[in-house]
């Protein structure tokens, strides 16, 4: 049976070193929430914070579905990069109907619709884990699953190789 690291095994072994898979990705954790009642228009990279639950992230992004900022009834999607605070076990970030702040959008720029969600993608593996191959990094299970059928050919082709004596 093939094992992939946990996610989480990063955040439990900090001082271990940790590389990416070319095959796993970048590990990402971003973070969407809807809005409503959206009384000014988002910046790119400003920092949003729930006023109740503390959550953070930095927006990357606004997507504007519905009504206005001028009017104070936009609705929309709010999406985010470097989320603190989320909930680990639910993925959960800001809390239904709590007030979002803007670090240039200003206190109750918009009201979170629902509760966000995080979204991570990608991962870190242990360098103990990692095979280098071709100037490439894989994790052990995409380096055997990649690469086997080459490796059981040379194999083949030593063993033939060595009927020819």
């Known amino acids: 049976m093939i094992r992939l690291p946990r996610r989480s095994d990063y955040e439990r072994n900090p001082t271990e070193k940790w590389c990416e898979c070319v095959l796993c990705g970048t590990k990402r954790i971003r973070a969407l929430v809807h809005f409503t009642q959206g009384n ?39 999406e985010g990069t470097s989320p603190t605070g ?26 979170a619709n629902k509760k966000g969600a995080i979204q991570i993608s990608g991962r870190l593996v242990p360098e103990s884990d990692i095979v280098e191959y071709k100037g490439k990094k894989y994790c052990g299970p995409h380096f ?9 050919n040379e194999a083949d082709v030593a063993k033939g190789e060595g009927d020819r004596d």
């Open 40 to 78: 000014t228009t988002p910046t790119h990279g400003e920092t949003v914070t729930g006023a109740s639950s503390g959550d953070t992230m930095v927006l990357d992004r606004y997507v504007l579905i519905s009504g206005s900022y001028a009017g104070g009834d936009a609705v929309g999607v709010l």
């Open 144 to 152: 055997r699953f990649k690469f086997n059928r080459d490796f059981q």
């Open 86 to 111: 989320y909930d680990e076990g639910t993925l959960e970030i800001f809390t239904d109907s709590e007030s979002l702040n803007g670090s240039t959008s200003g206190n109750a720029f918009a009201v």
